[in-house]
């Protein structure tokens, strides 16, 4: 089967000056939108962010913000297309490290990359090979690896001589054993075609991996977490002694739960069976299977969890047994884990969802009494505090909202490869 390359392996070199610190470019990209911060390396402050949205439409938002301002900069004006957006957060960054430090501007860009195969499971420099490999997953992930894609040629164009680095999702789940990873498929299909269990969120999980010992005061050494990254996408991640041995998403985002518009897992054989009946194309499949199903699909309402339950408290049933699905599958997940655990010392819930909604929380940890876990509602429904345990104190397994920081990991695994390719101090 398909094995996977790990972190660290470019090998790409340019001219980048030794020094102790870096200020780190993290964009996130959508297809309508670009989200950035500006990570300073040595004290991981941030030093700028913003965003600019509605790309290619009339009116776009500019917004941002910089350390040492009091409020937030908003503009609106057309922005036609993502070089566009690109070339003014490039001037408006460059501004930053003007007057005495000539060097402080942007000296490296890390993205927050989705799918790269068997042979980009990590974080590496973005060249040529590693363009060209996530092409081959554009059908894989056709929600992300195309804008993601884009964004790096167009950076690459407007900051020549900038390393850039892909810090894929995949990474954090190359530690998954076999047994975890393989599907039960032809065995040409791994090898082929690199057919296998990846996982994403890697750098959520990897966060809520590193934060939820300090949080809980003990080594991660032992330990037996189960991540729950909830939002737009989700996916749950077992986690032991800091290293990831199952997570719920596979060979595509698509997998796993329930998503806000992708349907999570599913037999394989209803999407022949509705292509045959229907005559649907696989271009239509896609675009059936991504943007029309999940929780969007069964409510037939929204995909915003907000949304369904507002809609649910007033009597939308579809609306409510979406929520009831969600909630479902996490419990199911979380069982399976403790399972292949052996046991479960904590739950962490992070992302959109996970750190805002204190109804999924508590519908999630209802029941699971049997497991040792004793829930403390009224924690859980206090106003968001930041990171926390909102678990009884009697409770054998602790319970915590995490505010995940995925631009963080994406800057300390960027400089981690510019560190091992250029031999940095």
Not at 204 to 217: C, E, F, G, W
Request: hydrophobic share 40%; proline share 5%.
């Amino acid at each position: 089967p398909a094995r996977i390359a790990h972190k660290g392996s470019g090998e790409a070199r340019t001219g980048l000056p030794r020094r102790s610190t870096l200020r780190v470019l993290i964009p996130n990209l959508g297809s309508t939108s670009l989200k950035y911060q500006l990570i300073e390396s040595h004290n991981e402050a941030v030093l700028a962010r913003g965003s600019i949205d509605r790309i290619g439409g009339a009116e776009s938002q500019i917004i941002s913000w910089e350390a040492g301002s009091a409020q937030e900069a908003r503009a609106v004006g057309h922005v036609p297309e993502h070089r566009a957006a690109i070339k003014i957060l490039a001037d408006h960054l460059a501004r930053l490290g003007s007057g005495t430090q000539p060097e402080g501007g942007i000296a490296a860009v890390g993205f927050k990359a989705v799918h790269g195969g068997p042979r980009y499971c990590g974080s590496f420099l973005v060249n040529d090979d590693l363009l060209a490999a996530m092409q081959d997953f554009v059908p894989v992930a056709p929600v992300h690896n195309p804008v993601y894609i884009q964004a790096m040629q167009i950076f690459r164009e407007i900051l020549p001589g900038v390393p850039m680095v892909a810090v894929f999702e995949t990474g954090f789940h190359a530690t998954l054993p076999e047994h975890a990873y393989i599907y039960g498929v032809p065995w040409e299909w791994g090898e082929k075609y690199g057919v296998r269990r990846y996982g994403f969120h890697g750098s959520s999980h990897r966060y809520i991996a590193q934060r939820v010992p300090d949080l809980l005061r003990r080594s991660s050494a032992g330990l037996r977490l189960v991540s729950c990254h909830l939002g737009g996408s989700s996916s749950l991640c077992a986690i032991q002694s800091g290293l990831a041995v199952d997570t719920s998403m596979g060979f595509s985002p698509q997998a796993g739960l329930e998503q806000s518009s992708r349907p999570g897992d599913l037999d394989p054989f209803v999407v022949l069976h509705v292509m045959e009946r229907e005559k649907l194309a696989p271009r239509e499949v896609v675009q059936l299977l991504c943007k029309k199903s999940g929780l969007l699909g069964i409510s037939g309402l929204s995909n915003d969890v907000r949304d369904l339950e507002k809609a649910a408290a007033e009597g939308h049933a579809r609306a409510r047994l979406a929520l009831q699905v969600f909630v479902y599958e996490l419990k199911k997940h979380l069982g399976a884990y403790a399972a292949a655990l052996g046991g479960l010392d904590a739950v962490a819930f992070a992302g959109g969802i996970g750190e805002n909604s204190w109804r999924i929380r508590e519908q999630v940890c209802s029941g699971l009494e049997f497991l040792g876990l004793h829930f403390d509602p009224e924690a859980n429904r206090l106003p968001a505090q930041g990171d926390r345990v909102i678990s009884a104190p009697d409770s054998a397994i602790a319970v915590l909202v995490v505010h995940t920081n995925e631009e963080l990991m994406v800057a300390r695994e960027t400089v981690k490869v510019l560190a091992a390719t250029r031999g940095m101090t």
